[in-house]
């Protein structure tokens, strides 16, 4: 069965420390890659998203993932976090052009100190 | 900018008891989802839902479990015979297309079985 696994449960920075939340996912086909993030009260909203081309996406805010097919990650990151950028962060995926679902990761919270 | 809303925000109930809970997806959106997170647990996909029909499920949506679109607007999870099990944050999401990814999300709604 496919799944997805977030490496990191908890992670505390303070500002402008340099961030990276570690993604792999266990699915041989052709999948799209996404990090959804939730802020403190808010609903999940989607971060950014991979299908195809570039490996290297950039998505809201300064994040950006990298794909690397040969390790099955999809890594997220950011130079340079913000307080605001405390929130849960998810890794999900889904099988291209066989199913709606999402499949998401377990989640890592980060809590950025100011 | 549009959002999908949810209610309840919480409900509480007694098990054995018929729950329904409410979604107004983006108004656009074609295609409906309902996830549930089980507390300290993954985000876990229960159904998608499209042309007034189901187009996937997983194992967890069993014959306790039914979706509606009873008019224009609104998308229904109901739970027949709650159990405690059951009891989760339960999010809707909807899409414009198919099989992207790309959901928009509820705040949830939080259910207690006791």
């Known amino acids: 069965a496919q799944s997805v696994s977030q490496h990191n449960h908890h992670v505390i920075l303070s500002e402008a420390a340099s961030l990276e939340l570690g993604c792999n996912y266990s699915?041989?086909?052709?999948?799209?890659l996404f990090w959804y993030v939730q802020y403190p009260g808010q609903h999940l909203q989607l971060l950014l998203k991979?299908?195809?081309?570039?490996?290297l996406v950039k998505g809201i805010k300064g994040f950006e993932a990298e794909f690397i097919k040969s390790k099955f990650s999809f890594n997220l990151r950011k130079p340079s976090v913000q307080w605001s950028d405390t929130a849960e962060y998810f890794c999900a995926v889904t099988q291209r052009d066989s199913s709606y679902k999402l499949i998401f990761g377990s989640g890592t919270r980060l809590l950025v100190r100011p | 900018e549009p959002e999908v809303t949810q209610t309840p925000s919480h409900q509480v109930t007694q098990m054995g008891q018929e729950v329904i809970l409410r979604c107004v997806p983006i108004s656009n959106h074609l295609y409906f989802y309902w996830y549930r997170q089980i507390l300290g647990q993954k985000v876990e996909f229960l159904v998608s839902?499209?042309?007034?029909?189901?187009?996937?499920k997983s194992e967890i949506f069993d014959d306790q479990f039914s979706v509606e679109r009873p008019d224009g607007s609104n998308f229904t999870l109901k739970i027949r015979s709650t159990k405690l099990e059951d009891s989760a944050m339960y999010f809707c999401?909807?899409?414009?297309?198919?099989?992207?990814?790309?959901?928009?999300f509820g705040e949830g709604s939080r259910l207690t079985v006791l």
């Open positions: 699915y041989g086909g052709t999948v799209n």
């Open positions: 991979y299908f195809s081309g570039d490996p």
């Open positions: 839902f499209y042309n007034n029909e189901i187009s996937e």
């Open positions: 999401a909807s899409s414009e297309k198919a099989n992207t990814g790309e959901l928009f």
